[in-house]
């Protein structure tokens, strides 16, 4: 697919460091994430969230990203509108023993295609798009940005798509108030907020008040991430 040899150079290119102006301009937010289970490290996501001129002239924003734990890695890259409506997502993984993995999906006409070829074979499944769609993968701490953040004790109703499960889920956001992350050694002020969905997949994540993502946590796995570093802004 075309599209998927797109997003591999896109992948690429965005990972080499382009000295100037420029690359300050188009970064949104770029950083690592250290995975923990039960305050054990298993892993580490780095990310960069750019702004992209998009396709045909007009604005977007693509997310690379890599996880690498001791016995898989995975790198994707997610491309969005400007008002965060996913276009296209491609996730390459190296699995444990050396196996290979493809996860792709392409929006077209109103539904997002979604294609899986692994060592079981291949398989597809569309998915109707709204405005409110959200792509959250297994890992994907750094797609929990694009999650919708409600104002005051107002939720916010929100599509989950879940390409790897092959099923998209109704989920809802709260707002659980103010609270402080510890970056390092620092703590940070921040928003804490919980996505609410089916079963025991709930995530809980915190921003910064000026939108800068700073921890991921999924409780029902005892999984924590949180930035290595303060963020860029």
């Given amino acids: 697919m075309r599209t998927e040899f797109a997003l591999a150079a896109a992948l690429a290119a965005v990972t ?79 699995l444990p023993g050396g196996a290979t993995e493809r996860l792709s999906g392409q929006l077209g006409r109103g539904r997002f295609a979604v294609r899986l070829v692994s060592q079981a074979g291949e398989t597809v499944k569309e998915f109707a798009v709204n405005a409110d769609v959200v792509v959250i993968d297994d890992d994907g701490f750094d797609q929990i940005y694009f999650l919708p953040r409600p104002v005051a004790d107002a939720p916010k109703a929100v599509s989950v798509l879940r390409p790897r499960e092959m099923r998209m889920i109704a989920g809802e956001v709260r707002s659980l108030g103010l609270d402080t992350v510890v970056v390092g050694a620092r703590g940070v002020p921040a928003v804490h907020y919980a996505l609410a969905l089916p079963g025991s997949d709930a995530r809980e994540f915190w921003f910064t008040p000026s939108g800068s993502l700073l921890k991921v946590a999924i409780p029902a796995r005892s999984i924590i991430a949180v930035r290595s570093s303060l963020p860029i802004r």
């Fill in 16 to 94: 080499l460091a382009v000295p100037g102006r420029a690359r300050a301009q188009a970064i949104l937010d770029q950083g690592v994430f250290v995975i923990s289970r039960d305050s054990a490290e298993i892993g580490r996501e780095e990310f960069a969230i750019t702004a992209t001129p998009g396709r045909q002239g007009r604005p977007g924003v693509l997310v690379v990203a890599t996880d690498r734990y001791r016995e898989r890695e995975a790198r994707s890259a997610l491309e969005l509108t400007n008002d965060h409506i996913p276009i296209s997502y491609q996730v390459d993984a190296t």
